[in-house]
């Protein structure tokens, strides 16, 4: 069955701090990568896409993502949090025209 | 430039009443979504609608129905609430399928 997982619900990381928050997918073939992100009470934001070509892609407010094959992950990253990135993140992928997301994961930054 | 606008924000529902919520997007999008999301599981795709005239069931229909009016407006009833249903909802759509989504605002639904 085709499934995104995001194996942690809730990281907390102190500002200046560099972030990972990762990303499994399960689908018969290479899917469409998404990671959008979340501010309380909003809808959702896109901060990058991968569809093809460079495994590293950059998005916006500083935040990349790598694409890994061999591990079915596309994990999301950050060299330096800042307090205003405290939000909730949500990987999605698909294939064709049913974008399915993974559970979340709720990052708190530490002053 | 309002993007995709979702109403009613919010909704109090008795068990067994109905309603519809109402979505449109003014991008010249062709796919339009339904979403639900809950505490500690993501968004789940209820209903999606690749195109004008066409509609297909994602991961949880049950409970509810779609109606793609035009090219813009993409409704979700709900026939007989239960309480099972209190959510968010969020209704997205995208130029073609496989591009990022816009989402509205959400229309926080409770039913008791």
């Known amino acids: 069955a085709q499934s995104v997982t995001q194996p942690d619900i809730h990281i907390t990381v102190s500002e200046g701090a560099s972030l990972e928050l990762r990303c499994n997918y399960s689908?018969?073939?290479?899917?469409?990568l998404f990671w959008y992100v979340q501010s309380p009470g909003q809808g959702l934001q896109l901060l990058l896409k991968?569809?093809?070509?460079?495994?590293l892609v950059q998005g916006i407010k500083g935040f990349e993502a790598e694409f890994k094959r061999s591990q079915s992950s596309f994990n999301l990253r950050k060299p330096s949090v800042h307090w205003s990135d405290a939000a909730e993140y949500f990987c999605?992928?698909?294939?064709?025209?049913?974008?399915?997301f993974g559970a979340g994961t709720r990052l708190t930054v530490k002053p | 430039n309002a993007g995709v606008t979702q109403t009613p924000k919010f909704q109090v529902l008795k068990t067994g009443q109905s309603m519809t919520l109402q979505c449109a997007q003014d991008?010249?999008?062709?796919?339009m979504y339904w979403y639900r999301q809950d505490p500690g599981m993501g968004l789940r795709l209820i209903y999606y609608?690749?195109?004008?005239?066409?509609?297909d069931k994602g991961e949880v229909p049950n409970g509810y129905n779609v109606s793609r009016l035009n090219k813009r407006e993409f409704s979700l009833r709900l026939e007989s609430a239960a309480p099972s249903q209190t959510s968010v909802y969020f209704c997205?759509?995208?130029?073609?399928?496989?591009?990022?989504?816009?989402f509205g605002n959400g229309t926080r639904l409770t039913v008791t």
């Open positions: 991968y569809f093809s070509g460079d495994t």
């Open positions: 689908y018969g073939a290479t899917p469409y």
């Open positions: 609608s690749a195109s004008e005239g066409t509609t």
């Open positions: 997205a759509s995208s130029e073609v399928g496989v591009a990022p989504l816009h």
């Open positions: 991008m010249n999008h062709n796919s």
């Open positions: 999605a992928v698909t294939l064709r025209d049913d974008m399915r």
